[in-house]
T-cell receptor, first 113, second 110 residues
């Protein structure tokens, strides 16, 4: 257990479904991130939250909608996804915005059918 | 634009056979270079941060080194439990984002 917990671990959803991914950290970190990891491709940064404010949206389609209600929790709301959105979605945190090594969760394996 | 290239893509070693993984990078103003280990079905686990050319960091059988253009992750006398994907990432002063390479998948056979 790294201190960053992601649920669910696996998710299969149809293209018309709406689902949410959850991330929780109790490390006292002030920054949280969503990354997408596709097979044989580098991790892609999606969103950055610092002190509960979104500081970066890395040209992510609007079918992905993040939410950070407090410094310990981060959500990624999904709707009308495409099959190419199937990937491992990783949450990470760090003490301050983009400083130092990140602590990652184990990810949610998403399959869009 | 910052770029990170890792080689080889995959590496198979016998237990005890030392080798090195390479991470070549181009970045405008290096803030830090990071190494992570990722096991199947898990998120990346932070290993090292290197900040300036000439710096070295060690942890058990792993040693990371840094020059102005590349970093090496040396693995001495590896064991099967060292099998994992090793990721390199760079962070620049101009762009705070951590840019990752595609990784090297290491397999150590007993």
């Amino acid at each position: 257990e790294t201190g960053v917990t992601q649920t669910p671990r696996h998710l299969v959803m149809g293209m018309t479904n709406k689902k949410s991914l959850k991330c929780e950290q109790h490390l006292g970190h002030n920054a949280m991130y969503w990354y997408k990891q596709s097979a044989k491709k580098p991790l892609e940064l999606m969103f950055v939250y610092s002190l509960e404010e979104r500081v970066e949206n890395n040209s992510v389609p609007s079918r992905f909608s993040p939410e950070c209600p407090n410094s310990s929790h981060l959500f990624l709301h999904l709707h009308t996804l495409q099959p190419e959105d199937s990937a491992l979605y990783l949450c990470a945190s760090s003490p301050t915005d983009r400083v130092g090594g990140y602590t990652f969760g184990s990810g949610t394996r998403l399959t869009v059918v | 634009e910052d770029q990170v290239t890792q080689s080889p893509e995959a590496l198979r070693l016998q237990e005890g056979e030392s080798s090195s993984l390479n991470c070549s990078y181009t970045v405008s103003g290096l803030r830090g270079l990071f190494w992570y280990r990722q096991d199947p079905g898990k998120g990346p686990e932070f290993l090292f941060t290197l900040y300036s050319a000439g710096e070295e960091k060690e942890k058990e059988r792993l040693k990371a080194t840094l020059t102005k253009k590349e970093s090496f992750l040396h693995i001495t006398a590896p064991k099967p439990e060292d099998s994992a994907t090793y990721l390199c990432a760079v962070q620049s002063y101009n762009n705070n984002d951590m840019r990752f390479g595609a990784g090297t998948r290491l397999t150590v056979k007993p």
